[in-house]
């Protein structure tokens, strides 16, 4: 019997080593992502329950799109896990000309392989208002946006808005890492629902 368990109990284990292992554990990973791009979006007002008056405010999105492919493909054509790292240089409210460097990890699972599938980021109505002093979003109040795509801690890819490439990664007396205000995952504004089968799902605080 403590045979049998045992033998139960380390098939269980190795299942789910599989399960969860990073995809490039799997293989040789490659990543191709575009450059990330802007959109001005309304808090979207939902029907059901009681309604309340409220005027819709303006979020700053920033979305890119990604293929992962991984060789040899596994048979769940799924990549369980990567992370997306986002760096947002934006206006300094308080020194002109210089700017505030935001930072943003967000870890995605379940990715499909060999599919377009988009990521993004969000600044909200709060945030862009306490950094332009309006409650509406230019584009003019970001300076740079870049991200890095990360898979079992090895950079795959990388890109930019504009400027120089990684620019996050070097020295400027003009850019200085902030607080301020914080980037949000999709899974945390009001879009969370919205679009589902077109983002890369967000790692909740609840999957493994």
């Excluded at 490659?30 to 309340?52: H, I, T």
């Excluded at 308080?94 to 377009?116: A, F, G, M, S």
């Amino acid at each position: 019997m403590t045979s049998e368990i045992s033998k139960s109990t380390l098939f269980a284990l190795t299942a789910a080593a599989v399960l969860w292992s990073p995809c490039a554990a799997l293989g040789a990973a490659k990543v191709e992502a575009d450059k990330p791009k802007f959109d001005y979006l309304m808090s979207p007002e939902f029907s059901g329950g009681k309604s309340k008056p409220f005027k819709p405010k303006g979020w700053l999105e920033v979305e890119t799109k990604l293929k992962v492919a991984v060789r040899p493909e596994p048979k769940s054509k799924t990549c369980d896990r990567l992370t997306v790292k986002w760096y947002v240089a934006v206006e300094n409210p308080d020194k002109p000309t210089t700017y505030l460097k935001l930072t943003k990890e967000v870890e995605h699972v379940n990715i499909p392989l060999d599919e377009d599938v988009y990521v993004s980021i969000y600044l909200s109505p709060a945030s862009i208002r306490r950094l332009t002093g309006f409650d509406r979003a230019t584009k003019n109040a970001v300076k740079y946006v870049g991200f890095e795509v990360i898979i079992d801690g090895k950079v795959e890819a990388s890109e930019t808005d504009k400027g120089e490439p990684k620019w996050w990664t070097k020295p400027s007396d003009k850019i200085s890492d902030s607080e301020t205000v914080p980037l949000l995952s999709k899974a945390e504004t009001p879009f969370a629902q919205m679009w589902w089968d077109r983002y890369a799902e967000v790692k909740s605080k609840t999957t493994p």
